[in-house]
């Protein structure tokens, strides 16, 4: 089953209220970004979900591990595409942008998934990522037109080998 997540996280302040949006942070560095990465993956390979969640920081992850945890990998992923993508304003608001990895690999049932995650900064500058559940094949859609929740994903890119 494939998930798209849309990640047009608008955390600025309502249109029409007349009050200035803040500024968005910058994306973590791809150092900060990987570091966070590994911590997930680290904490996926040993099952400890709640560590894995914790990580995250994303009110996502408990809910997108529900029937995967059986499916953890034992061995980390590859990453085959890094791309960061910075804010974008959106009306009073912004989307975050971040670092987007994607990973290949094989779960703990033997299929094979290609998944991309998002390391990306929250207004007071912590991070979070999404979706901390990495094996799944979520695609994130980072910047997305709101309007645009609901379309067909695209196809596979078959970026994996």
Known sequence: MRLTLVLAALTGLCAGCGLVAPTPPGPPSLEVARWLLDDLVEAGIARDFARLCGLAASDTC???LEGHEDL????????VQTDVYPPESAGNGFTGGGVLFVL????????PFE?????????????????????TGTRVIVGADPADVGGE??????RCP
């Open 62 to 64: 408990e809910h997108l």
């Open 153 to 158: 994903p695209a196809p596979d890119q078959g």
């Open 72 to 79: 953890a990998p034992a061995a980390a992923p590859t990453i």
């Open 104 to 111: 290949c690999g094989t779960d703990a049932a033997g299929a």
């Open 115 to 135: 998944s991309e995650l998002l390391v990306s900064r929250n207004l007071d500058g912590t991070l979070f990522a999404v979706p901390a559940v990495w094996w």
